[in-house]
Every structure is written in C-alpha cells, then in structure tokens.
C-alpha cells in the first residue's frame, strides 16, 4: 500500500493568489469533490472559538470550503459540539450565540449553523468499535448522520494532548459530552498547596463542582467528583495545578484515537481533514484567552488520512522557529510541543496507526 499524501501550502501569497484561493487550490487537489455525491450532507466541521479567544480559525477560510462541497452537489452545514467545562459554549443557544459574536453566521459560512449534539449534549448515537479503550462511543448524532465529514482544525500546543489538531478536533469534537467525559476520566490533576494563592478562579471554571475552597485557604480537588477535563489546570494562572500525566495522558491520547476512528466508521472514503498552522498558541482555543503563538507559521495542509495529516503538521511545526517572547522557554528544542505542555503526544499517532485510523508515513506534495 502506498503511503497517504499530504498536500501543503505555504503562506506565501500575492495579489490575485490570496490564502483563501491556497486554501481552495488545495482542495482541488485532494480530488476529494469526486466523493461528494449529489445531496450529499456535509458536515464543515470546525471550532467557533471561545468568547475573548482570537485565535481561533477565521470564518473566510470554512467559507472556501462550503462553496467547494456545493460546487460538488453537497448540502453542507457547519458544526461543532458541545463542552463539557463551564464557558461559552455549553449548550447549543451559549454556542450559536458565541459562534456570532465570533463572527460565523450564514451571512458570512453560507451554510446552516448545526450544533452536531443538539441544545444540551444529550443528541448523540452509539457506535460500536473493539477497540482497547472502549467497546462503543457516542458520537453527536448530525455529526454520525452527515454523509461526509470535511474538518478544519487550528493546529495549536494543548496541555493535555502535547498538540491538538485533526484528531483532536474529530475525536473530541465529534463527541456528545458524556462522550467527553469518558475520554477525559483518566486525569488526575493535583493542587500544589505552597503554590496556591487561593484566588478560586479554578473553583467558577469547574464544570464538575469538583473543588473545595475557602477563601484564605488553598484550593482542594475532590478526587472522587473531578472529571478529568484538565481545565484547572489552565485557569490557574499561579501554575498551582498540574496533572498526573505520567500515568494518565497516554490513556487519554489512546482513547481519543479510537474515538475519531468511531466517529469515521461510517465515513469511508468520505472524508477529509485539513490542519491550518498559523498563529500556533500554546493552548487550545477552548480558552478566553490566547497566549501570543510560540512558533513561526507554517502553512495549511490537507488529506484524507487524519494521521498522516497530523504527523505531518507536528512534523513541520516543531521544525519551525521558535518565537522568543513566547511560552516556549527553549527557543531550538527538538520538540517545542513537548517542551511547552510537558506532554509525550506520541500515543494519539502511535495508538492511531495501530487501530487502522491511518498512517504516520507520509507523502508531502507541495502545492504552490
Ligand atoms: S478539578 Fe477536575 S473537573 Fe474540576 S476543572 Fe479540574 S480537572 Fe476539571
Ligand atoms: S486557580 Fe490556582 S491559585 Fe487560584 S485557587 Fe485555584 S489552585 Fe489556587
């Protein structure tokens, strides 16, 4: 069998040859219009970004890509999923709302706005997989019921993941909440008492009410209530809480593999993923904030393997400089990722190979 290709543009551009056209171009060349079929429902599936986040991947770009599957004869819709933490998108009118301050619309997409697990996360489906870490997942049902899945991920660092990019953004995203919370389960973050300031921003960003706290005193994770979404870990701008990630993240990064390869199985041959590397922050975009980018951009890349994709941008992207100012503290590490999270990601593509997701070796073809 011969390796997936990845096609790659850089962010080079003139006039009359701008990044939305790159981005277009690229899509041509994936040949992937010819799995469109007429009617076909398409789902654009991307992240609208957290309320005060701005680094979240622009709506111009996801615009290209619904023009190109109507083109094709598609229906498309644009979605993403519920979040299990507190914040502006916890249910599906907090999301639309956050997805048009954002500045995503029909007016702007061209297509519906479809929330994938419906007004509280409870619209999703069982699919069945033998994989090592689950036996079924529960995907967001428009997200299970659309006939094609294009994605879109902003290819960032993430705390919990090392990077966070098309698996990432399928594997999760394409989760209902309860989904969310079975991946995240294995984390186990801890609070560093001589660290802890006891300002309680942890405590109002808790989705689990999993934090005991007394103003004065430092904050206390209940250990049998907390489940695991790692968001504390972010919020605590005292770097008072750290996760138990020896034991733990390889579970997690294992799990979200087998989860993307549930939300594929009824996808084959229908679809397609792209990872946009530019303004890489050291967080995901789940957050309302963004710390400046760590590393030089890259370019866009597409192909119909998630991992090949993914391995390709982790690839380029710790290749990249790395940005002085920035999170990242030694400017030439080999692996920026690890050395801004901590975190060994190789499990979400090692794990992913192993269960037939896709493959780690890979074509690049330059697209100019
Ligand atoms: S204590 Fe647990 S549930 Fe609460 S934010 Fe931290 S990881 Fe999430
Ligand atoms: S956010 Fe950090 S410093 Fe503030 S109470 Fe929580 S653990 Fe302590």
Redesign the pocket.
Known sequence: MSDPIVYFTDLRSKVGYNLLDKTRKLFEKSGFADHIDEGDKVAVKLHFGEAGNTAFLPPMYARVIVDEVKKAGGKPFVTDTNT??KGSRGNAIDHLETAMANGFSYATLGAPLVIGDGLIGLDYITERINGKRFKEVKIASAVYHADVIITLAHFTAHELFGFGGVIKSIGMGGAAPSGKQEL?SD???VVDSEKCTSCGR?VR???????NWKEGEPAQ??ET?????????V?CTDGA?E?NWKTDIPALLEKTSEYTYGVLKNKAGKHLSFNFLFNISPDCDCYDFNDPPFVADVGIMVSTDPVAVDQAAIDMANRAQGLAGSKLAELDAKDKFRSVTGIDWEPLLSHGEKIGLGRREYVLEEVE
Do not use: F, M, Q, R
């Not at 960003?205 to 934090?211: F, K, M, V």
């Open positions: 299990l933490y995240h984390v186990l973050p942890c960003w808790c989705p689990a009410d999993s934090i994770i209940i209530v907390c489940i695991g979404c790692g968001e504390c870990t919020v809480i996760v």
